[in-house]
């Protein structure tokens, strides 16, 4: 089924799925726009808003005998097997914080203080919530932090770069899925095998947070020992981090309750709602991949869904690129830069970088807004871009993120308002 350069939903489903979110179209005042900025925080599933209201609205502690507290638990079962099964997990602990970032600084606390050595292995291009967490339990533990480059022409940060630092003396590997800065997929298989060939025990943790709602992941394919996802950045709501982590990593010392099993992270009482997002996301991709496949397992489904979702994504990023119905694409447009821009379309996420001759990053951004387009700069500036543009020698790009649930037409859309801004900065 996966081709170089994708395949479109059909007009017939691409009309089902933008009925199943909120706000693709028009903002809640009603006005046209387009949100191309779901790399920070992807459009809303109707139905994972619903489950969290329906759920959050119940006063019954979970952790009660009665049958309301059954129900909740219940939710909460369905949700950590959901968990398992975005992952492809079978074994270690679910872990749900209050963000994403918040797990992974417990994740690495947690490796960093426990195991010995004398290094810890990142790279250039980590979100700040597991560079920064490296650099902090690194001073604190007294640890060398080595951090592989990234590659300017890709976007990303090559196998041979990461599995070069390591050695049998590093205590930890943190590396991202995918970078949020240029959507450059980092070759995470050849990364764990070639690292475990290094050091067979090393303990490896991933930031999957942009990478999660783009494409499958399988832990029995990668074997790691902890990984994070974001459900507001996989259509479902903010106020949750989701974390797997491999049995061993859980039952590292960490904050827990001494009642409690070693290999258990949870502190407080659960967030059933929360779980009920994750389970409203599943079903979600799971229906998209039943109008391909008559399986019957929700695992299998679910896989089909997100390989659907991510041949579409790669079909609307050729044509963000090449062009649509007439209209140039991102490559022809005079005026404007396309950032990391390599043909091999399988090694990159649904995210472009761009940028204008003589028009910063934040002035385009500003009318792209004008025009009815919402998309984000990432500026050197910033502290969650200015560490990856530097390491691309670059001082700012305009980075447009669209999800799956855009057609064709949204992306033709797009592109004449970028021909527009380009002209009207050339003072045409």
Known sequence: MSSSQGQLFSPS???QIKSRFHYIDHDVDGRARLFFDNAGGSFRLRAALEAFARIDALPDCPERIHERALYLQDIQTRGEEDIRRILNARDGSVYLSLTAS?????????????TPGTNAVTTILEHPSSFDAMKLYCERTGKALR???SNAETGGVDVDAIVSLIDDDTALLSVMYASNISGAKLDIAAIVEQARARKPDLFI????????????????????????FA?????????????????????LPHHRLDAK????????????????????IVDYVAWIGAQFSDAEDRRELFVQGMQRIEEHERALLSLMLDGVGGQRGLRAIEGVRV?????????RDLI?????????????????EERGVVVYERIVTSVYSGRMLKSFNLDGAVRISPLHCHAPGDVARFLAVTEEVALANRGG
């Open 205 to 228: 943790i991933i930031d999957a947070v942009q990478h999660a709602p783009h494409a499958v992941i399988d832990l029995q394919k990668t074997p790691v020992d902890g990984i994070n």
């Open 339 to 347: 950032f990391w821009d390599h043909k091999d379309l399988t090694r």
């Open 352 to 368: 472009a970088g761009i940028g204008f001759d003589d028009l910063d990053p934040t002035a385009a951004v500003r009318a792209y």
């Open 261 to 280: 099993e070693k290999g258990v992270w949870e502190l407080g009482s659960p967030a059933p709602a929360q779980f009920a997002v994750v389970s409203a």
């Open 102 to 114: 918040a797990a992974m600084f417990e994740m690495v606390r947690a490796v960093m203080e426990n």
């Open 231 to 251: 459900p507001y950045k996989f259509f479902g709501c903010r106020g949750a981090g989701v974390a797997w982590l491999s049995e061993r990593l859980a039952e």
């Open 13 to 15: 489903l691409m009309e």
């Open 147 to 149: 951090v592989a480059p």
